[in-house]
């Protein structure tokens, strides 16, 4: 499926009468004129869906960059991004850092205009068969928004109707975790209940049942309401999904919806639709130009760089190592090897637009959440070892058995970091199987790690005597301040 923008242009033409002064800007849509037929409420999915894509070409920022799964190839000559993307490697971001406000709008700004849509929706005069599966993708986007929001921030401004006035924006107070997981489950509910399992292969991509169960599996997991979470999940192994042998196939853009994706975000690159993705422009080692990218022009990032942790996590004869991880660029300054991902590197018939898609939800994903629900109820169990070992058998390793509840829920957790690296899961997972205090403590751990033999080298510029240094509140992102500003009911969290 081939998500579009929303574009909107209502040219109103006034009457010559007395009244023609009270006419509507006939450069701004109303509401009121739109949401009326089945092609506009269409055209307002595809904007969520479109939405989405902006939202996700940063996500890597937040949710593996502060994890020991990637670091950055640290530019010497460009101090200023210190205060911005290095801040979330070294734990350096506070209220001001403008990456944390500019994600925060984008959610809400989301989450505004699929409240919008599901209220005209609610209203339409349209047949169920139209209103039910557009009311259970957004339903699952407004879920899965709240859920990452409430991973970032803890307790978060929860809104689930439209405002009439601008003014009542700044009425709003956080609501606790609870009450937003709440809600999350019930979109979640909601959209199972409406969703298709499939669709025709002109709208192959859209959400479905099997992601809606995928996503209340993952809430239900991360609340650690483990039979909720099994029930939740195991009513997804009926719905057709299943691995692919070669594991580098699951990310080919020629292969892309194939059996194991539950739900990947769509991309388009080799036209001018502006529909496609770069992630491996961002990705790439600074200086290497067309070494990965294929194209001479090219001046990649070098941000999410794999950290040498993670690489020495694979064990011997794991096939998802050489399909993740690029080891074949060296520094022209330094000869250092630099590490990239190999996962969103592909050919492409234009510079800087990539076919690559980005996968959220994935069968192996499945397996091994299920794996970890029934070990932390009952142990380790043949049917857990089944749902774990089909994903190893896979990447090419030996089964496990004979293991205690803590080994397996260790090897579960070590799967999960290699199956799903760089994949936007890394930080959530780490943040839901630890306290605070284990997390500051499995991090600064890391960071010593790191400092002591950085993946890139920084040719001579010592650390900052606040990098690498992860303090307990740090677990939660802050509250912007642009927000606190506009708004003095909202409160910021701890720490900041």
Known sequence: MKTLSIIFLVILCASCNKNFLNKTDPTKLSTDLFYK????????????????????????????????????????????????????????????TPNINSMYDNYYNALFNINTTLLKLKNSTLADSVKNPISGQLKFLRAYYYFELTQYFGDVVLVTEPLDQPSKAWDYLRETQAKVYTQVITDLNDAIAVLPVSYSAASVGRITKGAALTLLGKVYLTKKQYPEAADALKKVLPLGYSLVPVYADVFDPKKKNGPESIFEVQYQGGNDLGEWSSFIYTFAPRLSKDAVTGWPQSTPSGWNIPTKDLIADYENGDLRKDASIGLDFKS??????????????????????????????????????????????????????????????????????????????????????????????????????????????????????????????????????????????????PIPSNELLVNNKLTQNPGY
């Not at 940063?58 to 210190?82: C, I, K, V, Y």
């Not at 803590?406 to 959530?428: S, T």
């Open 332 to 477: 022209p300054i330094t000869g250092e090897t630099i590490p990239y991902i190999k996962k969103y590197d592909h050919p492409h018939a234009i510079y800087g637009r990539t076919d690559d898609d980005w996968p959220v939800l994935r069968y192996s994903d499945v397996l091994l959440m299920l794996a970890e629900a029934i070990n932390e109820q009952t142990g380790p169990t043949t049917e857990a070892y089944g749902y774990i070992n089909q994903v190893r058998q896979r990447a090419g390793l030996g089964a496990l058995s004979g293991l205690s509840q803590q080994a397996l829920r260790d090897a579960i957790m070590h799967e999960r970091r290699l199956e799903l690296a760089f994949e936007n899961w890394r930080w959530l997972d780490l943040k839901r199987t630890k306290s605070a205090a284990d997390l500051a403590t499995f991090l600064n751990a890391y960071a010593a790690r790191e400092k002591a033999n950085p993946t890139v080298s920084r040719q001579g510029i010592p650390y900052s005597t606040s990098d690498y240094i992860f303090n307990t509140y740090e677990a939660l992102y």
């Open 37 to 96: 037929t089945p092609a506009e409420m269409e055209q307002a999915v595809n904007g969520a869906y479109g939405q989405l894509q902006g939202i996700i070409n940063d996500q890597w920022l937040f949710n593996e960059m502060p994890s020991d799964n990637t670091t950055l190839d640290f530019d010497p000559g460009n101090r200023g991004n210190a205060p911005t993307f290095e801040a979330f490697e070294y734990f350096n971001v506070n209220s001001g």
